[in-house]
């Protein structure tokens, strides 16, 4: 009956090494009556799954952007724990966001966490 697959089972495409990614979307409103609010925020942190090796870039696309920017140099995925919480500094202002994690090596994106921020005014 059901059928159970492994994402990122490899780190190749049929041989041929290929960039992961994946894309989070995010208005920071839990009840919907912030939508039209900017939001600002100077850091958050990624939690990801130890791979032992491996790097991650993060960029960000605000609100109805045509492209990402990279908001972040090369992330380690190296660490001693088996989570890892990567602390990424930034000053981003949008009402709605995309925060694309990539890289060339396997990774386990598991949540993020965003410790504050701050609500702005219309514009």
Known sequence: SGFTFQIF???????AAYTGEFVLATDLSRNKK???????????????????AGTITVSAKRDYGTSFEEISSTL????????????????LSFKNLLLKFSGANKFRFIGIIFPEFELEDFR
Do not use: Q
């Open 34 to 52: 912030t939508l039209s609010r900017f939001k600002r925020v100077t850091r958050f942190i990624a939690i990801f799954r130890n791979e032992g």
């Open 9 to 15: 089972g490899d780190e190749n495409d049929n041989g």
């Open 76 to 91: 380690s995925l190296a660490g001693s724990e088996d989570f890892l919480f990567i602390e990424v500094d930034t000053d």
